[in-house]
């Protein structure tokens, strides 16, 4: 596709979420919304997956200590929004710094400890419960404010979402463009290559560990102002697996296919279910369709289809 | 633009203009109040939790087709949304029908960390919750909502005579406590121990097991030999696994397991006559209870569904019964959310489980029935399984016998 078909498909698309609020109901508004917090967080997972060929799953946990640290530090300690928000992406982060040894391994192994990991953090929020609330959580907490800024609405509270999905989306695009990206996807095709050409590619993957659990510890902020309420569910296991099916199922690699992973994925999940109670076979039936007939995704797809469809009409 | 968008969309419009006159057009030409009274149902009909969750819709409509689907003078609609026992699909599918489907109140759900979650909803929207079997006490305790009302138990109200039970009446001055690993859990089994202990009781031990524990062996070899007796809350198929573990390893024969929170109605198909005699449950509803409303819900139950319904069939039905009271008191002006909340705060119910009104703090004070498993014969099913009350805690509040304030200052039960 020419990189100006590709700017006014972006501009379209951010207009359409712009006018949104104007035609969907509260409900949908939410689920947008939650579709947005779950894409930037399978965006942050999407980060390993698809440029660095390391399969996480522990990213339920920088996603629920940040969402947990923001929750107890606004709704016990009564701490405004400009410092419980960048303390829990902080402590997300900082959470990265530790787990990110993992890059120390590979393959099935790295899996294996990133499991690990998830399950200690879930163990924490869920028996620590003088601290974490245990399964009744963090609850009441409040929509964000800035001094005398602040939100009041689900819809501003979308707007806000919006605008940190859109610098996040950018921020990315320059990362995964920049030589890092490169060394990245050059790491995850042949990793004794680039080192003989001389790369540190541990210190790389660790980096890129790192960056990726500080998005989702931003999208577990997002979250936890979203939800206004957080408990051990958000760091258990089954998140971490939907997450990277969401950036499976729309598309590794790319920056648009983990949020129509999420759309899709919590679209199912809300919509179908309200009227099948099957539902989950509904969703089993859409990954076994994707693995067979896209595997790499919906964006994969259509970008197959465009290239046959473009292949034809010059012929 | 326009052109086209007629052009493009005139079955749509033509929809949307039908639906308009239909629902709208009656809304603001007729009495708003001929409109039916739209109810949501929260249970966790997939999940961990599928079967209560199952148990607690066929409560639920059992009350409603029994009274022909009217309340207060209006037709009732019951919207059903599957929350899967997961709070953030509970949250999602509370804001659905409160927004889309436009309830005029809610009822569940089930699983108890679900509940903070759908009273989190209940509070931005001002819809009322009338919360079901989820037993969170902090919900009508510390942290309470002031649209949410309780109509089901709050967790440690069943732990707290139990205790006493255990001291008083079996005597006991040892005993070991196993508790299910989370919250209900905790504040069932540290509920007992409280009251126990506060009478002189001795903890032996308090051993806990984590939701889905696969082998009961550790538990039990961990149980202290001088312990004079064992408490037991149990919960989902870890009921059974106990079960089995209790009598493989011989227990039976050296000590005696009571259960505070074990055998209830939907697990004793799975267990045999081994169950006969024990202490199965300390809880505000067994089926072997013998009143006339009992005996009229279990066999309207046990007709329609060939079993005897649990806690969670029994709950539910009683919400029904309870919001139906509520509507009539109001003749039926749901809209108006703060009559309605009224009416179901100052409501006496007549309950399959004994008599019910509300505490100032929104939770039912109610009977405890300490109950043995014991086979009877049913009219409607035969030979089975049931728990018999043997002992009745009347009037039972969530705060036992201290008062809220005192309650209210000690703070919520933790292990």
């Known amino acids: ?315 | 633009m326009r052109l086209t968008r007629n052009g493009s969309r005139t079955p749509l419009r033509t929809l949307a203009m039908l639906l308009t006159a239909l629902g709208l057009g009656t809304a603001t030409v007729a009495h708003a109040q001929s409109e039916p009274i739209r109810i949501g149902l929260l249970p966790p009909l997939t999940g961990p939790l599928a079967s209560p969750g199952r148990e607690m819709v066929d409560g639920f409509k059992l009350f409603w087709d029994q009274v022909g689907n009217t309340a207060g003078g209006r037709k009732i609609e019951i919207v059903i949304a599957d929350t899967t026992c997961n709070p953030d699909q509970a949250l999602t599918q509370a804001r659905r029908i409160v927004h889309q489907e436009k309830v005029h109140f809610m009822v569940g759900p089930l699983c108890g960390h679900e509940g903070p979650a759908v009273a989190q909803v209940s509070k931005e929207t001002g819809v009322p919750l009338v919360m079901d079997a989820a037993g969170a006490d902090t919900i009508t305790k510390w942290d309470r909502t002031p649209t949410v009302v309780r109509t089901a138990v709050s967790a440690s109200q069943i732990g707290h005579p139990f205790g006493e039970y255990l001291y008083k009446e079996l005597g006991l001055r040892n005993v070991t406590f196993i508790g299910q690993d989370y919250t209900w859990g905790h504040e069932v089994t540290l509920g007992a121990v409280r009251t126990y202990t506060e009478l002189g009781g001795k903890v032996a031990k308090i051993i806990w097991n984590p939701l889905g524990t696969r082998d009961y062996g550790a538990t039990i070899a961990a149980i202290p030999q001088d312990t004079d007796g064992v408490s037991a809350v149990v919960v989902g198929v870890d009921r059974l696994r106990m079960f089995e573990a209790w009598f493989n390893f011989g227990m039976d024969k050296k000590l005696k397991i009571h259960g505070g929170y074990w055998m209830q109605q939907d697990v004793l198909p799975q267990m045999d006559d081994r169950a006969i005699g024990l202490i199965g449950n300390s809880l505000h509803y067994a089926a072997g209870l013998d009143t006339p409303e009992n005996r009229a819900f279990t066999d309207a139950f046990a007709r329609k569904h060939k079993r005897l319904p649990s806690w969670f069939a029994e709950s539910a039905y009683t919400a029904g019964l309870w919001t139906k009271t509520a509507i009539d008191a109001i003749n039926g002006k749901v809209e108006d959310r703060a009559a309605f909340l009224k009416a179901m705060r100052q409501a006496q119910i007549k309950a399959p489980r004994g008599l019910l009104r509300m505490d100032e703090y929104d939770n039912p004070i109610q009977n405890v029935y300490i109950s043995k498993v014991q086979k009877i014969k049913h009219p409607v099913l035969g030979e089975v399984l049931t728990n018999v009350p043997i002992k009745t805690y009347e009037a039972v509040s969530q705060f036992w016998k201290w008062t809220p304030e005192e309650f209210l200052k000690r703070g919520p039960y933790k292990r």
Request: glycine content about 10%.
């Open chain 1, 1 to 315: 596709m020419p990189k100006a078909a590709r700017i006014l498909l972006a501009l379209v698309v951010l207009a359409a979420a712009v006018l949104l609020p104007r035609v969907a109901g509260p409900f949908w508004l939410g689920l947008v919304t939650q579709m947005y917090v779950f894409g930037l967080l399978a965006l942050s997972v999407d980060l390993l997956l698809g440029h660095a060929g390391l399969f996480s799953l522990c990213h339920a946990s920088f996603f629920a200590v940040s969402a947990y640290t923001t929750a107890i530090l606004q709704v016990r300690h009564a701490v405004p929004t400009a410092l419980a928000a960048p303390a829990g992406i902080l402590a997300g982060t900082i959470l990265g710094l530790v787990f990110g040894l993992a890059v120390r391994t590979r393959g099935v192994y790295f899996i294996l400890i990133t499991i690990a990991f998830g399950y200690v953090v879930w163990g924490v929020a869920h028996r620590w419960s003088s601290f974490t609330g245990g399964d009744n959580g963090v609850t009441n907490v409040p929509f964000p404010a800035l001094g005398t800024l602040r939100v009041e609405s689900p819809t501003e509270y979308y707007y806000l979402v919006l605008a940190v999905l859109v610098l996040c989306t950018i921020g990315y695009r320059v990362l995964v463009a920049s030589p890092f990206g490169l060394t990245l996807r050059g790491i995850k095709a042949s990793e004794t290559r680039m080192r003989s050409l001389g790369y540190h590619s541990d210190l790389h993957l660790y980096v890129a560990f790192v960056v990726s659990a500080a998005l989702a510890s931003l999208a577990g902020v997002l979250y936890v102002y979203y939800n206004r309420f957080v408990n051990p569910v958000a760091a258990s296991f089954p998140i971490s697996v939907e997450v990277a099916l969401m950036a499976i199922v729309g598309g590794t690699g790319t920056i648009v296919g983990p949020f129509i992973g999420s759309g899709i994925i919590l679209g199912l999940r809300n919509w179908v279910s309200s009227f099948f109670e099957l539902y989950a076979s509904v969703m089993g039936l859409v990954f076994i369709v994707v693995v067979l007939w896209a595997p790499d995704g919906v964006v994969g797809l259509v970008v197959r289809l465009w290239v046959r469809a473009v292949k034809a009409g010059t012929r």
